[in-house]
């Protein structure tokens, strides 16, 4: 599977210029003959939490209706990292993918909410899983601050997923836990991590990308690119297998033990 993963910009409570740059943003990575394109977390007005009310896509309409029409148009998959929404007069931070057939095979909503930038006092968290399959793989889903709980990882893999996505907006300086957290799933799972995050500035921080696509094995396909622009791998789902029949893992796991001692 080929993958473009936009590390773009973002700008600050400002969607009409957001939806702009990752059309064009998707088109130009399409020229590319890839399969899948990876956007990154809130892309579509940032962390503008002050301004939800008028900034939050209504039930993920615009949303849903842009990336299908983009992945049809240039007949791609998107995982669309993920934008602000308002449900039920409720706001996520939720995550649509969608096939190249314009279809919305995934939505999820952030699990875990990070309060040091806070996401808590706005937004609220999402309660369910985000498995999906395109191109007949099962992929997984989830966001930013989620990567730091291995135990949720570890649950969309032991559903089946072999790629997990990771859209953020990691600021630059914690940017050594970004690039060890994910180095670490990739190994300890076994499984491709596609992990995009974010250039620029906000108010309140700044980014520097470091987007990665590391294999099962730890290897960096992808790295320490902190530019805006558009980053290329390519996958071979065969070496999930080769690399768990070499350290069987999966089969050496003890759940029984590990539930016979969290309930100690
Ligand atoms: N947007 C986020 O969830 C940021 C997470 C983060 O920066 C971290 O250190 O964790």
């Known amino acids: ?4 993963v936009v590390q773009m910009d973002v700008a600050f409570a400002d969607p009409e210029k957001n939806f702009l740059r990752a059309q064009n943003w ?4 399409a020229e590319n003959a890839v399969d899948t394109i990876v956007l990154p977390e809130m892309w579509n007005a940032g962390y503008a939490l002050e301004e939800l009310d008028r900034l939050a896509d209504e039930n993920g309409e615009r949303t849903k209706a842009f990336l299908s029409e983009q992945a049809k148009k240039c007949n791609v998959n998107i995982v669309g990292g993920s934008v602000a929404v308002k449900k039920n007069g409720q706001y996520f931070n939720t995550q649509y993918v969608t096939n190249r057939n314009g279809d919305i095979v ?11 930038m806070d996401e808590h006092l706005y937004m609220n968290a999402g309660e369910k899983a985000n498995v999906f399959n395109i191109e007949g793989v099962t992929c997984g889903g989830v966001i930013c601050y989620d990567l ?3 135990e949720w990882i570890r649950a969309h893999v032991l559903k089946g997923a072999q790629i997990m996505f990771i859209p953020a907006q990691w600021p630059s300086k914690r940017i050594d836990h970004w690039q060890l957290l994910l180095q670490a799933r990739a190994i300890e799972n076994q499984c491709y991590i596609v992990a995009v995050n974010r250039v620029g500035k906000d108010p309140n921080n700044e980014f520097n990308g ?14 320490g690119e902190t530019s805006e622009g558009i980053l290329y791998a390519e996958l071979d789902l065969q070496e999930v297998k080769r690399v768990r029949d070499t350290i069987p893992v999966f089969n050496d796991r003890r759940p029984n033990l590990y539930e016979k001692i969290f309930s100690e």
């Open 1 to 4: 599977m080929k993958i473009a």
């Open 26 to 29: 998707i088109e130009e990575a």
């Open 106 to 116: 995934a939505e999820y909503d952030k699990a875990h909410l990070f309060k040091l």
């Open 148 to 150: 730091r709980f291995p």
């Open 210 to 223: 470091h987007s990665m696509v590391i294999a099962p094995w730890g290897d960096l396909l992808l790295s």
